[in-house]
């Protein structure tokens, strides 16, 4: 099993920027694939970045130039830097890991974004 828990949302005016992490924790010794995906009211879960047990990312068009991903060890597999953020930026943050196949979430981070 694995638990993640996000932290690092918030509430900030557009070209701000926020940092969010992500922690793992449970039994397991390595993972293959961690990201960042959001969910905005009304709207259907998305992707935003990921990263690769080898450090290649992946971004979505809508977060380029503004949001990096990045991970520090496997207990951290998953930290995302958000400058430039605009109004539609506005959602809740779930985190993602790959174990053995399996994908594991997080429970949301909610950042705001007002204009």
């Known amino acids: 099993q694995v638990q993640l828990v996000e932290s690092g949302g918030g509430v900030v005016r557009a070209g701000g920027s926020l940092n969010l992490s992500c922690f793992a924790s449970?039994?397991?010794?390595?993972?293959?694939?961690a990201g960042w995906y959001r969910q905005a009211l009304g709207k259907q879960r998305e992707m935003v970045a990921t990263i690769s047990s080898d450090g290649i990312t992946n971004y979505a068009d809508f977060v380029k130039g503004r949001f990096t991903v990045s991970r520090v060890n496997v207990r951290k597999p998953a930290y995302l830097q958000m400058n430039s953020l605009k109004p539609e930026d506005t959602a809740v943050y779930y985190c993602?890991?790959?174990?053995?196949?399996?994908?594991?979430w997080g429970k949301g981070t909610l950042v705001t974004v007002s204009s």
């Open positions: 449970g039994r397991f010794s390595a993972i293959n694939a």
């Open positions: 993602n890991a790959v174990v053995l196949g399996e994908d594991y």
